[in-house]
């Protein structure tokens, strides 16, 4: 009787490593040439998509928790990384709290872009319901918010931007409790946080993030999957909007990909994982890449280094990436 305990210990035990081996999770993920999103599929402009003869195209990284299989083809693999968990959260900072972060940041990303492109393409707007949420709390900051907040109220006045929580601040000496209502996960809730010294001026160490919505004579819809966040693919975002707004096919047959943030103004930003992106772009036949100045030097060397035949293109500014698309059309 004993003897068949055993065995069927034994049994267990193997079936359980072989589990642990192929879907357990350790702290570590794995980083690794991803692909394209076509953006074809996610813009419309009057309620129509927008109808071009070759695509726009964002750029992302694949990211996995480390199983086991996964962690030994980072640590083989010249294609991939394995990094701690914990490095890509900021001081304090749970996964949770770092996703709802990024969700923020493509929400703001996508503004960022529909904006830039009105502005370039000189269409009048209007912007309508700013919020401004809690995007990131220092360690030592003394407050009840949580990362995601959307603070409405500051010291009984309403909040339109993070501007009038600066004003708040000022006003107030170090020691000082300001109070804030909130929305958090759809109910109104109080909050606090306390002013203090940070490297001689007044704090609450907490940084915040803007939103709004924009009203226009032209309607722009950009749609995004629940899974995705980040901000990395605005300046695409932003040409495919512009595109479609002006009625002109920039992609002039082309699949044309890159990665950058972008800002209200059009400015492009640097991103991570660029080495990721080029490969992704490779393996998915793209013929001309953006990219931000900043990330420049090290997409050239990603692609000396493995022989890629693909145009690279630096920019600063949506107004470059449009420049240089025009520029091409017109060598035709």
Avoid: W
Wanted: hydrophobic share 40%; glycine share 6%; aromatic share 8%.
């Amino acid at each position: 009787m004993k003897k068949k305990i055993v065995e069927h210990l034994k049994d267990f035990l193997f079936v359980f490593f072989v589990l642990f081996i192929a879907f357990g999770k350790l702290p570590y993920n794995v980083e690794m040439p991803g692909g394209i999103i076509n953006l074809t599929e996610r813009v419309k402009i009057d309620g129509q998509k927008i109808p071009l003869k070759g695509s726009f195209n964002m750029a992302y990284v694949s990211v996995v928790q480390g199983s086991i299989p996964y962690i030994l083809y980072g640590l083989i693999s010249n294609d991939a990384d394995v990094v701690k968990t914990q490095d890509s959260l900021l001081e304090n900072e749970t996964v949770e709290e770092a996703n709802r972060r990024n969700k923020l940041f493509l929400e703001q990303s996508k503004n960022a872009a529909v904006l830039a492109a009105l502005k370039e393409a000189e269409i009048e707007y209007e912007i309508k319901n700013r919020k401004t949420n809690v995007l990131y709390i220092y360690k030592d900051a003394k407050t009840t918010l949580e990362v995601g907040d959307n603070i409405i109220e500051c010291n009984d006045n309403k909040v339109d931007s993070i501007q009038d929580i600066v004003k708040a601040i000022d006003s107030m000496k170090i020691g000082d409790t300001i109070s804030f209502k909130v929305v958090r996960f759809g109910k109104v809730k109080k909050a606090t946080a306390k002013i203090i010294d940070v490297k001689g001026q007044k704090k609450i160490n907490v940084v915040s993030l803007t939103t709004f919505d924009i009203d226009s004579l032209r309607s722009v819809e950009l749609d995004s999957f629940a899974t995705e966040s980040g901000s990395s693919g605005g300046l695409m975002m932003s040409l495919m909007v512009y595109s479609g707004l002006t009625n002109r096919d920039y992609t002039l047959g082309k699949k044309v990909a890159g990665t950058g943030t972008i800002d209200e103004n059009g400015k492009v930003g640097e991103i991570s994982g660029i080495k990721y992106k080029i490969i992704g772009a490779v393996r998915n036949k793209v013929d001309i890449f953006f990219v931000p100045s900043d990330n420049y030097k090290e997409a050239l060397q990603v692609k000396k280094e493995n022989d890629y035949d693909l145009k690279i293109v630096k920019v600063d500014s949506l107004r470059e990436a449009i420049n240089y698309l025009e520029g091409v059309r017109n060598e035709k």
